[in-house]
């Protein structure tokens, strides 16, 4: 696990610009964790589970206002995953990510795993930090619930 200093300060290691296209790793990782994370009716019809392709097709208002809920979601997706990717070693930020841990044999209890522990001292590394962004420490929260 990365130290306290090695987490607050800027690396040079991965440079992400927002103007990346929406088939790049990021992109396609924060709209799935906006689409896993969010409640099935907050989430625009065309990604709801069980919609009908007629349901898919009609628009109105209040899709609208879903649609911008959802794309702020995916921003705030998207913030989370360039501080981590930038705090992080690339390897472990990405099992933390797509929320695949390493799990080793004989492991009894969640706490056990060391990629769940590194992600705990993560979030509270980050927590603690004066600048740390609700929305970075609200997704963070919700990553360890599904860990």
């Known amino acids: 696990m990365a130290s306290q200093n090695e ?19 990021i992109s396609l990782a ?18 709801r589970r069980n919609a009908t392709s007629a349901q898919k097709t009609r628009k109105r208002r209040r899709e609208s206002e879903i649609e911008n809920r959802f794309k702020a979601s995916v921003q705030s997706w998207r913030a989370l995953i360039v501080t981590m ?21 004989g492991i009894a209890r969640v706490t056990d795993n060391q990629d769940f522990c590194d ?7 980050r927590r603690d930090k004066e600048c740390c962004d609700p929305d970075e420490l609200g997704g963070l929260a919700h990553l360890s619930l599904v860990f």
Request: proline letters at 6%; charged letters at 20%; zero cysteines.
């Open 85 to 105: 990717l930038s705090k992080l070693d690339s390897e472990l930020a990405w099992r933390f990510i797509n929320i695949t841990p390493k799990v080793s044999a």
């Open 119 to 125: 992600f705990i001292d993560y979030l509270i590394l």
């Open 30 to 47: 924060s709209h799935r964790l906006a689409v896993q994370l969010t409640e099935n009716e907050l989430l625009p019809t065309r990604y």
């Open 7 to 25: 987490l607050f300060q800027s690396s040079g290691k991965t440079q992400v610009h927002a103007d990346t296209g929406p088939d790049d790793p």
